[in-house]
């Protein structure tokens, strides 16, 4: 049950993806011809691969790199203290997370994410690799059984067995009556506010907004009562 599990213990995680190049053009050919290939399938002939890039080219690991990482950790005082890692430089981002998951104080920890078994765990697992480094000990998950790997996911446990079943944590977090956290902008809307815009730092805010949402949901699943963030 969740109800036992230590909330100290649990690392509350979101990230936010964009696609490598800004636009289709800055692609190299291999890129370009890999992307068609790998796409084509599930784009059938509604969109162009260059159409499907533009939307869907920060949603694979393979194409796109992380802008922003947040964790929430809950702290004595009750509230949930937010860090976040982000930048241009994937390579550096993912070594400063690394480094907090390498810490002896979180040796054990216990990574929280909605639908992060299905995006967010394995596409920084995924990068970690991709920038020629080992992803951290909670993300390596070969020769594990599954009641062994530390990670909970919130959409999982929603879906309490029903695999066809999915939701948004905009819609979780209104069922709940939580504040949403896509006040000022959603997913969708990452790509465009990193290269056009060029404002990270609102992307940062979303994301942590992200994670508040996130965390006070499992605390909502185990019937208790919503978590402030710590403020300096």
């Given at each position: 049950m969740i109800q036992h599990i230590p909330l100290e213990k649990i690392l509350f995680l979101d990230i936010e993806t964009v696609p490598q190049a800004g636009n289709w053009e800055e692609l190299n050919e291999t890129d370009q011809y890999l992307w068609d290939k790998k796409t084509r399938m599930q784009r059938k002939e509604d969109f162009t691969a260059q159409e499907f890039y533009s939307e869907r080219g920060g949603i694979?690991?393979?194409?796109?790199?992380?802008?922003?990482?947040?964790?929430?950790?809950?702290?004595?005082?009750?509230?949930?203290m937010i860090k976040s890692f982000s930048g241009d430089d994937e390579r550096k981002l993912l070594e400063e997370f690394g480094e907090i998951l390498n810490h002896p104080k979180l040796h054990d920890v216990i990574l929280c994410a909605h639908n992060g078994k299905e995006f967010d765990f394995p596409w920084i697992a995924r990068r970690f690799l991709i920038n020629g480094m080992q992803p951290p000990k909670p993300f390596q998950m070969f020769g594990k059984k599954p009641w062994e790997i530390p990670h909970l996911d919130t959409m999982e446990l929603w879906k309490f067995g029903d695999y066809k079943s999915f939701i948004s944590l905009e819609l979780l977090a209104h069922v709940f009556g939580?504040?949403?956290?896509?006040?000022?902008?959603?997913?969708?809307?990452?790509?465009?506010?990193?290269?056009?815009?060029?404002?990270?730092?609102?992307?940062?805010q979303y994301c942590e907004k992200d994670v508040l949402t996130l965390a006070n949901i499992f605390r909502r699943m185990r019937q208790e009562e919503l978590l402030e963030r710590k403020t300096d």
């Open positions: 694979m690991a393979e194409f796109g790199k992380i802008i922003c990482i947040s964790v929430g950790i809950l702290e004595k005082s009750e509230k949930l939580i504040p949403t956290p896509k006040d000022d902008i959603d997913g969708s809307m990452v790509s465009s506010i990193y290269y056009i815009e060029k404002d990270l730092f609102r992307i940062v």
